[in-house]
């Protein structure tokens, strides 16, 4: 097959610790040596796309480097024999645009391990809107209910409720029929949230005073946490008898300050949720409910911001800043 002539996204180390992200003419030789090749339609863009984008090696080892954790589109050939050419697909997690050039590009070549054909009922550009962070949210939802959440169960906390994950998250559980407490930092964002269903919007800080308490005032029945941090034992403080959090974000940090007593006086579970290693047999499961009894498709539409991959740059400073709203979707052909 001939060598052909793509744009990505090109992360280099041009001084120590000082990063550039630009957008560069790239030919199918450079791709790695993986049987799946596509033409992708449409990434998205993840914080941890962000911290790939400024150096951060303990997401990315090596530069140049493409980021992107995420990309969707039309298979051009595969080695394997999995696929044939002009399957719409998918993929999210495992080592893709980490340390394996990732979706930020028009061109992408993967495992076919790592791919997940397109659920009927989705769109290409709908898949990214979704993406890694929908896959997330999600299995967020889905280890709720597993846990036993119900509706009539009370109030559920979502916190970085404005980021991608926290979003669909909250529109998901409203979907289900969830009363949803929508937590942000970015309170000039609450009508954001309200039209994703939110039954009501708290500022961050509503949490704060419980940082010094043992176990505080039940509060919530369930909870989704996307941040980690302090955070995260803060909600677990506040919720009720018998309920949970699932647990899928370190943004704020990776570790805590706990006590048992949330735990053995209220049983509360600590529900720990991973999209990236992920068996795709459960991706898959988890992508055709997105498609299907939970497709939130008029929400998806106010969740997503569409930018070109020229954009890109721009945009994953605005994550890395913490100024991220929704979803940004990369559309190659913008």
Same mark, same amino acid.
Not at 66 to 71: F, K, L, Q, R, S
Not at 154 to 158: I, N, R, S, T
């Given at each position: 097959?001939?060598?052909?002539?793509?744009?990505?996204?090109?992360?280099?180390?041009?001084?120590?610790?000082?990063?550039d992200?630009?957008?560069? +003419?790239?030919?199918?030789?450079d791709?790695? %040596?993986?049987?799946?090749?596509v033409?992708?339609?449409?990434?998205?863009l993840?914080?941890?796309?962000?911290?790939?984008?400024?150096?951060?090696r303990?997401?990315?080892?090596?530069?140049?480097h493409?980021?992107?954790?995420?990309?969707a589109g039309?298979?051009?050939?595969?080695?394997?024999?999995?696929?044939?050419? =002009?399957?719409?697909?998918?993929?999210t997690?495992?080592?893709?645009?980490?340390?394996?050039a990732?979706?930020?590009?028009?061109?992408?070549?993967? !495992? %076919?391990?790592?791919?997940? !054909?397109l !659920?009927?009922?989705?769109?290409?550009?709908?898949?990214?809107?979704l993406g890694?962070?929908?896959?997330?949210?999600?299995?967020c939802?889905?280890?709720l209910?597993? +846990?036993?959440?119900?509706?009539e169960d009370?109030?559920?906390?979502?916190t970085?409720?404005?980021?991608?994950v926290?979003?669909?998250?909250?529109?998901?559980?409203?979907?289900? =029929?969830?009363?949803?407490a929508?937590?942000t930092?970015?309170?000039?964002?609450?009508?954001?949230?309200?039209? *994703?269903?939110?039954?009501?919007?708290?500022?961050?800080?509503?949490l704060?005073?419980? +940082?010094s308490?043992a176990i505080?005032?039940?509060?919530?029945a369930?909870?989704?946490?996307?941040?980690?941090?302090?955070t995260?034992?803060?909600?677990?403080?506040? *919720?009720?008898?018998?309920?949970?959090?699932?647990?899928?974000?370190?943004?704020?940090?990776?570790q805590f300050?706990?006590?048992?007593?949330?735990?053995?006086?209220? =049983?509360?579970s600590?529900?720990?949720?991973?999209?990236?290693?992920?068996p795709? +047999?459960?991706?898959?499961?988890?992508?055709?409910?997105?498609?299907?009894d939970?497709?939130i498709?008029?929400?998806?539409?106010?969740?997503?911001e569409?930018?070109?991959l020229?954009?890109?740059?721009e945009?994953?400073?605005?994550?890395?800043r913490?100024?991220?709203?929704?979803?940004?979707?990369?559309?190659?052909?913008?």
């Open positions: 097959m001939s060598e052909q002539t793509f744009r990505a996204m090109l992360v280099e180390e041009v001084a120590a610790g000082k990063y992200q630009t957008i560069v +003419a790239r030919t199918t030789a791709l790695p %040596a993986n049987p799946v090749q033409v992708v339609s449409h990434s998205s993840n914080y941890k796309d962000a911290l790939s984008a400024f150096g951060n303990a997401v990315t080892r090596e530069y140049p493409t980021p992107g954790i995420d990309a039309s298979v051009i050939h595969d080695n394997s024999g999995t696929f044939r050419p =002009g399957d719409k697909v998918l993929v997690g495992y080592d893709f645009g980490m340390n394996t990732g979706g930020l590009a028009e061109r992408i070549a993967v !495992p %076919a391990e790592w791919v997940t !054909p !659920p009927a009922g989705l769109t290409l550009r709908e898949s990214m809107i890694t962070a929908g896959l997330t949210a999600g299995l939802v889905e280890k209910l597993e +846990a036993g959440a119900t509706p009370g109030e559920v906390l979502v970085g409720a404005t980021g991608g926290g979003s669909i998250t909250v529109a998901l559980l409203a979907k289900l =029929g969830f009363r949803v929508a937590v930092g970015k309170l000039e964002s609450a009508d954001f949230l309200t039209a *994703l269903g939110a039954w009501k919007v708290l500022d961050r800080e509503t704060a005073p419980f +940082a308490k505080a005032k039940p509060l919530w369930w909870a989704v946490d996307t941040v980690g941090g302090e995260l034992f803060n909600v677990i403080k506040c *919720l009720k008898y018998g309920g949970g959090v699932a647990a899928c974000g370190m943004a704020s940090g990776a300050q706990a006590n048992v007593f949330p735990f053995i006086l209220r =049983g509360i600590l529900l720990g949720v991973d999209s990236v290693e992920l795709l +047999a459960k991706k898959a499961e988890v992508w055709e409910k997105l498609a299907g939970w497709y498709g008029e929400q998806l539409q106010r969740i997503a569409d930018i070109s020229e954009q890109a740059p945009f994953l400073a605005r994550l890395h913490g100024h991220g709203i929704g979803r940004y979707v990369v559309d190659m052909n913008r």
